[in-house]
């Protein structure tokens, strides 16, 4: 299951492998820097969407202690398909090769660091960089033990150089801005919301005894503390021996011994059950029967699973967070996670009458079509 970032990366990729201008990939492995043409781009993407398996692991893979073999797989090919490579201190003298003038665009969180965008800078490369929250500085307590300085190193990598900062939301804005004011001066910024892509479920690609018969609701992403599953596992608790069935549709993540502890206690016949490494098609498939898409998350950067459960016109009882409200409008049901006497209320009325004639329709969304003429017809 792609993450939020992996789509927008997926979705850059697809709309500048769709122009005739020259485009290249810079990719960064453990030996050194990478240069793809549009002919290695193209093979990449088929790789990325299933339609063509990686290859073998090459020579070098052999000292890449703890990597995956996909991952030994992936980054051999990258070698194969690269029409350039450097050591790391070579770095500028393989970006002079690129064509002037020249658009960097960064849209995954990766690589923001001083000697990448000072290298491309000094070959003249203008620098765009898409900012998906702050997050990390906002909630240090919710984060993997040591990712939260480098996450504020990258961020002031972002200030010091980009010649525009692209933001998902104004709400994303709104809070990243803040932190670099307090550092000096803030870029030139645009707020692009993400694009969507309407959901495509398929039944048959659920495992057996999906969806349940009896009405059941969902919460899809990672479990992780900002994700407040434990809010969702009190509720769920006070619902008593009538519960509905409440499907956890996410991998466990960090920082959070406490819920798995919990979930570990859950019998497989019990009212909460985890399902893990579902498709794309068998997790919209699962979204769109549910009586409703629950998401009593503390903090978003955008808010992709909810919006994708509103295109699939399934109701949506969510946190009351301002971002949400940006993108979402009035379609979802908010109530705030310190209400919950009113998550209570909303969950049996909604388990009760699971196929309601109300459920949101004719929701749209932000389309990628919008934010890249957005962002592509702007130069700075």
């Known amino acids: 299951m792609a993450t939020g970032v992996d789509r927008v990366e997926l979705a850059y990729l697809a709309r500048f492998l769709e122009d005739d201008t020259p485009c290249f990939g810079f990719v960064r492995t453990a030996f050194g820097y990478l240069l793809l043409d ?3 781009l193209e093979a990449v993407q088929v790789r990325l969407e299933g ?10 893979s052999r000292y890449l202690r703890g990597r995956t073999d996909a991952g030994k797989r992936a980054e051999a090919d990258f070698r194969r398909l690269a029409i350039a490579r450097a050591a790391p201190w070579r770095l500028s003298s393989m970006l002079e090769n690129i064509p002037k003038p020249c658009r960097y ?12 965008l000072s290298s491309l800078k000094r070959v003249g490369v203008e620098i765009n960089a898409l900012v998906h929250d702050v997050i990390p500085l906002e909630y240090p307590q919710f984060q993997r033990p040591g990712t939260v300085a480098p996450f504020r190193d990258k961020l002031k990598c972002v200030q010091k150089w980009a010649n525009l900062v692209i933001y998902n ?3 994303t804005q709104h809070r990243a801005e803040a932190q670099m004011a307090a550092w000096g001066q803030v870029p030139k910024s645009i707020v692009a919301h993400l694009g969507t892509v309407r959901p495509s479920p398929d039944l048959s690609a659920l495992p057996e005894g999906l969806p349940p018969e009896q009405p059941y609701f969902v919460i899809v992403g990672t479990i992780e503390p900002r994700k407040n599953h434990a809010f ?6 006070k619902l008593g021996p009538d519960a509905p069935l409440l499907l956890i549709c996410g991998s466990r993540g960090w920082n959070n011994e406490a819920v798995f502890e919990r979930l570990d206690r859950m019998t497989a016949d019990g009212p909460v059950r985890e399902i893990p490494n579902l498709s794309d098609a068998a997790l919209a498939a699962l979204v769109q029967h549910a009586s409703g898409a629950l998401f009593p998350s503390l903090a978003e950067g955008f808010g992709l699973p909810p919006l994708e459960a509103l295109l699939l016109e399934t109701r949506v009882l969510c946190n009351d967070l301002g971002v949400l409200r940006e993108f979402l409008g009035y379609m979802p049901v908010y109530a705030s996670v310190f ?6 209320k909303v ?5 009760e009458t699971p196929e309601m004639e109300n459920n949101p329709k004719g929701f749209e969304g932000p389309t990628w079509d919008d934010h890249f003429n957005k962002v592509l017809s702007l130069r700075v």
Do not use: C, M
């Not at 969950?347 to 388990?351: G, K, L, V, Y």
């Open 38 to 40: 549009r002919a290695g």
């Open 51 to 60: 339609r063509h398996s990686w290859g073998r692991a090459d020579f070098l």
């Open 105 to 116: 665009f960064n849209v995954g969180h990766s690589n923001l660091t001083t000697r990448v």
């Open 169 to 171: 939301s104004a709400d």
């Open 232 to 237: 969702l596992l009190d509720i769920w608790e």
């Open 339 to 344: 209400d919950e006497y009113q998550w209570l």
């Open 347 to 351: 969950i049996q009325a909604w388990a």
